[in-house]
């Protein structure tokens, strides 16, 4: 089959690689009808998570067809011929952290603890497609697609709705939401969303549907002008960080107070406003000394009102320099962060995009043949041709 593989910093191909098989009684293989690049991906080619080996296949955005299941998968919840989503992160269903729907940080999936405990302290959830440290699990970036324990991580999805209105469900869409809905946002709270990616757009459309006062996003407009303007189109004020003051700007918005709630959807590869920060940042990077450039947790600690939250879906690795801990703890900061937990928002968002409260779709700019997948990351990792979000399609 066709798959996209990691092969070293900055290259990845379309290679053709071995189908999964069932290796384990509670697998399924997935046969994939669409399966999307995420800005986690980009960090993995760009060589800012570490454990990549030439030949992982990437991807963990995905939806399809159940192909085959193992003989121990509990054909009540999953049956051969079900459309289903697969969430990113692998649950077992069973352990203390899934049963409180922690489902990122479930204790059992990740075959390769050990490294994470190294990094971490405790090991994380497996997670598809994205590096040895979360298991080193093949990706969705392909036809086919093995995924550990069916029954409890496959979501079943209606026949009646469009992949581009449901694949997001696999990844962003909860994303974005759980970004929001961690904040306990109050009807007159001004949320400010850093990026305005898929990521960041899915957080603003949900803080609204959340009920915010105002949602203020910022991005750079001589850059990325297609998202902004999405952002704007969902009725977000925006603030471009080339040529704006992005804390006077939020100052003036807020009555001088600060923003009630501050999002980092953009994550370790921020680029700073300041250009002393970002060769500072840089130098440290590549010297291995500072494993990421956290422009905007240090902006959103410093931008946020007393007694507000700072909500970090944007992923981050490893060490960061000069957080504002003084900031952070004097201004009494709440932090809220974490991989998402998936399959915990999996009906609840579905019923929202039933309902027709959002249309998920709205964000895809680009549908593409998972064979152009190489042309696919250079526009989206470039920011290229209006690209937004691609989805890559196995079939064509
Ligand atoms: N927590 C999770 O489970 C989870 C899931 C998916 C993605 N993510 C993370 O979310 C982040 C965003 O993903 P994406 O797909 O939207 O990525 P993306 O690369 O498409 O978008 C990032 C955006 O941030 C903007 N940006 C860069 N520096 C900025 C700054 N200083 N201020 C404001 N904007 C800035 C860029 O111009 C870009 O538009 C990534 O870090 C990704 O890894 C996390
Ligand atoms: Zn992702
Ligand atoms: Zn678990």
């Known amino acids: 089959m066709k798959a996209v593989v990691w092969c070293a910093p900055y290259k990845v191909s379309v290679e053709d690689v071995p189908e999964p098989k069932i290796l384990n009684g509670r697998d399924a293989i997935v046969r994939l009808t669409s399966t999307c690049i995420c800005g986690s991906d980009l960090h993995l080619v760009d060589g800012f998570i570490p454990f990549m080996k030439p030949g992982d296949i990437l991807g963990h955005e995905p939806m399809g067809v159940v192909e085959e299941l193992g003989p121990g998968v509990d054909k009540t919840k999953v049956a051969v011929g079900d459309r289903v989503i697969v969430p990113f992160p692998i649950g077992c269903g069973k352990c203390f952290f899934c049963k409180r729907g922690m489902w990122s ?89 850093w990026g305005c990616g898929p990521v960041g757009q899915f957080t603003i459309r949900s803080a609204m549907l959340l009920g915010a006062g105002q949602v ?17 189109d969902a009725g977000a004020l925006t603030i471009d960080m ?9 100052y003036d918005l807020t009555g001088g107070i600060g923003p009630d709630i501050c999002i980092d959807a953009v994550g370790m590869e921020a680029h700073g406003t300041n ?26 600690i410093m931008c946020c009102r007393k007694g ?21 703890m004097n201004k009494a900061l709440t932090i809220k962060t974490g991989q998402t937990h998936l399959h915990r928002f999996v009906p609840k ?14 964000v895809v700019t680009h549908r593409l043949p998972l064979s152009e997948a190489v042309h696919a990351y250079k526009i989206f990792g470039e920011k290229k041709d209006g690209c937004i979000k691609v989805v890559l399609d196995p079939a064509a």
């Open 105 to 193: 940080c479930c204790d059992n999936t990740n075959p390769k603890a050990s490294l994470c405990e190294s990094m971490f302290g405790y090991t994380t959830a497996g997670i598809l497609g994205y590096s040895h440290l979360t298991g080193g699990f093949a990706g969705g970036q392909a036809e086919f697609l093995r995924v550990p324990l069916a029954d409890v991580n496959l979501q079943k999805m209606p026949a009646d709705l469009t992949d581009h209105q449901l694949v997001f469900l696999s990844d962003i869409f909860p994303t974005g939401y759980m970004a929001a809905e961690q904040c306990n946002i109050q009807p007159d709270d001004t949320v400010a969303v």
């Open 275 to 300: 250009l002393v920060e970002h060769i500072y940042d840089k130098v440290k990077t590549n010297l291995f000394m500072e494993t990421e450039r956290p422009a905007v947790v240090r902006q959103a």
């Open 216 to 232: 203020v996003a910022i991005d750079d407009e001589s850059a990325v002008p297609e998202r902004l303007k999405m952002a704007r």
């Open 242 to 250: 080339r040529t704006e003051n992005v804390y006077e700007r939020l």
């Open 308 to 328: 507000g939250t700072v909500s970090i879906p944007g992923v981050y690795g490893g060490f960061a320099d000069k957080i504002p801990l003084g900031a952070l």
């Open 349 to 362: 968002l579905l019923d929202l995009i039933r309902n027709k409260k959002i249309d998920p779709s709205f």
